[in-house]
């Protein structure tokens, strides 16, 4: 088997385990691939419970069909600080603690929204259209183990910076109802690290690479899929608040197919190739403002996700 074949293969078996060490490393939140919830101060600070409110322009990530309760041209923009560390025992006892590349990972995770009522702005014509574009990352990963650990023939280093670029549009159907379509197109950038898929790991040797050689897979990809969401509000108080909503949001699923470098200490040994992919995402909730005067609100959320 040519030197070359053998390499794309040891590349997707490492793929493999860099797909578990993705989870591994974000099994304290989520047991999937890892999600980074906080994209907006205000909905972090309701424990990312806000798929049945969404009435700031973080809907565009939350519920996007929530923007058509917003007036005017608005924007939102922030960034989320990561830190903490992953531990890990072995069957047979031995631990190691993971890092995300120091106390903080960076660079952060961010957030972008702008939205605009196209009434509001003077189109009439499309009057109950809302309109909208962000960019976050809703999905990653930055995790440093050491090089001496007991899997450091597996990984030693990954990271995951991906970006989702999100224009979308929403439409009020009455005052009850409005419904919203967005597209997520999921790229890697520069902004966010090297641009790329990348897993580092300590060679066990073989294939003519000396054994206690830096390896470095990496891949980049740019792929697309869509989001299709509701917003049911069936009472209002006097002001023409809500006092009940009713949210739901479906999250295709999106596959990249990788291409990059299998690199052994910095220098290239092959091409590389794999397949990725990110999980569907439905999200439901129901609010309740118990409370909702011109003085005071008091909000009741229940969100549940369900990933597959």
């Known amino acids: 088997m040519p030197l070359a074949q053998r390499f794309r293969r040891a590349l997707l078996l490492c793929l493999l385990c860099s797909a578990a060490g993705f989870v591994f490393a974000a099994a304290s939140a989520n047991a999937q691939t890892p999600r980074l919830q906080g994209q907006s101060a205000a909905a972090a600070a309701m424990g ?74 003077g189109l009439s014509a499309l009057g109950n259209f809302t309109a909208g574009i962000g960019m976050n990352n809703p999905f990653g990963s930055l995790t440093r183990y050491p090089n001496d650990g007991p899997f450091r023939t597996a990984i ?70 869509f989001n299709v969401s509701l917003l049911y509000t069936p009472f209002r108080n006097s002001d023409g608040k809500p006092l009940v909503n009713i949210g739901m949001v479906y999250r295709s699923q999106a596959t990249f197919h990788l291409t990059g470098n299998f690199l052994a200490n910095g220098a290239s040994v092959a091409g590389a190739t ?35």
Request: hydrophobic share 35%; net charge negative; charged share 15%.
């Open 48 to 121: 990312n419970a806000f798929v049945a409110q969404a009435d700031d322009p973080s809907a565009l990530h939350y519920n996007p069909a929530g923007m058509t309760q917003l007036h005017g041209f608005q924007t939102l923009f922030g960034t989320t600080l990561i830190g903490g560390t992953t531990q890990f025992t072995s069957p047979t006892g031995a631990q190691v603690t993971g890092d995300r590349n120091g106390s903080v990972a960076w660079p952060p995770p961010g957030h972008v929204y702008l939205v605009a009522n196209l009434k509001d702005l």
């Open 156 to 225: 030693t280093f990954t990271t995951l910076p991906l970006l989702d670029i999100k224009p979308t549009i929403a439409y009020k159907l009455n005052d009850q109802l409005s419904f919203g379509l967005g597209a997520d197109i999921y790229t890697f950038s520069g902004l966010f690290g090297e641009g790329h898929l990348e897993q580092k790991s300590i060679w066990p040797g073989g294939l003519g690479i000396p054994a206690g050689s830096l390896m470095e897979i990496n891949g980049s990809d740019t792929t697309a899929g």
């Open 274 to 308: 794999a397949t990725f992919v990110l999980p569907q995402v439905f999200s439901g909730g129901i609010g309740i403002w118990p409370v909702r005067t011109s003085e005071r609100e008091w909000k009741l959320e229940f969100d549940v996700d369900y990933t597959g």
